[in-house]
């Protein structure tokens, strides 16, 4: 050894033969005395993708008036990670502090609510509202509320699928009732939520938000006003279950002075965050709603098919019009945040970032002028026929034939003889679908 070492050459040999050791040394004990850490590690991470919607493509009418277009507006989100519930119960505190000071509110998806000291659940409320609009009693369980339905369109004794799907098809009636176990959709998401907080679902709304409360550690001097907006924003949280990577929307499109207190208060609000993203909006109101359509959630039974094409299940989509006919143009391409997380959700690292894509814009034949005169036109004259009266207009006054108290209905269409160019298209029977739509659209 001491003849190895008393050359250069030697030397080198010695040092090459030392680390070759180590590294030998150091592999086993990664691959066999440490092998279980390791590999439980590495079954515990897993690759998610974070998607940031795309701006949607704006509609426009034939002289480029906007009819739909999207603007900037600002996301409050918070993510758990791993903080502690104190320090998630003050971050939310003063959360809602900023918030409630700058006249914003905050998503309130907590369906526990107190009205004059009375306890209850939000989804008995979506129940009974859809019974009263069928005329059907409250008070009747989801197999007789399907059979009194059944029984009020005339549809016969038979397969409940086969009645369902002739109140669907033929009625255009979708009932909240799971025909699989005969129970309401809202009662189903009722035990889902209860369960959630390992609850019974007999538990009465009172005993479930003490319970609640409970879990979350909130303080038990706080009142129970001010214990409530701290639970919706825990239970928002607490709805990602295992996509904990992600983060909770807490309040959307929020005033400059609330994003420059998060921003100065940043610090203090340890997983809170600021986002910009795109809202859609309509600067002509209801006109022309019915050939624009609106932009809504994913239905239940319209889940699968857009996640198939890559959307997530809280996504807005196209409904019903251009909006839903031209969804695919008007979508643009989602941004995507690809993120390693454990095996509890929870994000670890950044991988990779893929910018969001505007979508396409559009432009239609209508003439947002004349789109106006024809509604206007055609309201005025179903006024004059139903209550009788004159037609007035600039070309000269007609009078009501004959009255006709029963015409709630009818349209006008506008065409360019030349190019088959529908110029203006109106109609009075969906005047409240109109409205519904407005809602929709916000």
């Known amino acids: ?18 680390l070759a050791t180590i590294l030998v040394a ?9 092998n279980e850490h390791w590999d439980h590690i590495a079954n515990n991470i897993s690759i998610k993708g ?13 002289n480029g008036k906007l009819l739909a277009g999207s603007k900037q507006i600002f996301t409050v989100k918070m993510s758990a990670g791993e903080l502690k519930p104190k320090v998630l119960n003050s971050t939310a505190t003063k959360l809602i502090n900023i918030l409630d000071k700058n006249g914003d509110k905050y998503e309130d998806n907590f369906p526990i609510r107190i009205k004059h000291h009375r306890y209850y659940y939000t989804f008995d409320l979506e129940k009974k509202k859809w019974l009263r609009k069928q005329g059907i009693s409250t008070h009747l369980s989801a197999e007789k509320a399907f059979n009194a339905l059944r029984s009020k369109l005339g549809i016969p004794p038979g397969d409940r ?8 098809e033929k009625y255009n009636i979708y009932p909240p009732i799971s025909v699989r176990n005969m129970k309401y959709h809202s ?3 009722k035990e889902e939520f209860l369960k959630t907080y390992k609850l019974n679902e007999n538990t009465s709304a009172k005993k479930a938000f003490e319970a ?8 038990e001097k706080l009142s129970v006003k001010d214990a409530r907006p701290i639970m919706i924003i825990r239970n928002s949280l607490q709805n990602l279950g295992y996509r904990q990577y992600l983060p909770a929307d807490i309040a959307k499109d929020v005033s400059g002075n609330t994003v420059m207190h998060i921003e100065e208060n940043r610090e203090d609000l340890p997983g809170v965050e600021v986002i910009s993203e795109t809202k859609r909006f309509y600067p002509m109101g209801n006109r022309a709603s019915h050939v624009i359509g ?22 807005l989509v196209g409904k019903e019009g251009i909006e839903g006919n031209y969804e695919s143009v008007l979508k643009g391409r989602d941004g995507t945040r690809t993120v390693s997380v454990d095996n509890r959700g929870r994000y670890v690292a950044t991988l990779a970032k ?36 004159v037609f007035g207009s600039e070309f000269g006054s007609i009078p009501a034939a004959k009255m006709a108290p029963k015409a709630k209905s009818g349209a006008v269409v506008a065409i360019d003889v030349k190019t088959r160019n529908v110029l203006a298209s109106a109609t009075s029977w969906r005047s409240e679908e109109r409205r519904v739509g407005k809602e929709c659209r916000s």
């Open 354 to 389: 893929i910018p969001p894509r505007k979508g396409k814009d559009i432009y239609l034949t209508i003439d947002s002028n004349l789109q106006k005169v024809a509604e206007e036109a055609l309201e005025k004259n179903i006024n004059a026929i139903r209550w009788g009266g």
């Open 1 to 18: 050894m001491k003849r190895l070492l008393s050359t250069g050459k030697g030397k080198i040999i010695v040092l090459c033969i030392a």
């Open 212 to 219: 609640i409360r409970r879990y979350y550690e909130l303080d």
């Open 50 to 62: 974070i998607y940031t919607p795309s701006p949607r493509g704006s509609i426009y009418d034939r």
């Open 187 to 189: 009662d189903l998401e």
């Open 161 to 168: 699928f086969e009645i369902q799907r002739q109140i669907q």
């Open 294 to 315: 609106y932009i809504g959630k994913i239905s239940n039974e319209e889940i699968k098919k857009y996640e198939a094409k890559g959307y997530s299940p809280t996504a």
């Open 26 to 34: 150091r592999l086993f004990v990664l691959t066999v005395v440490e």
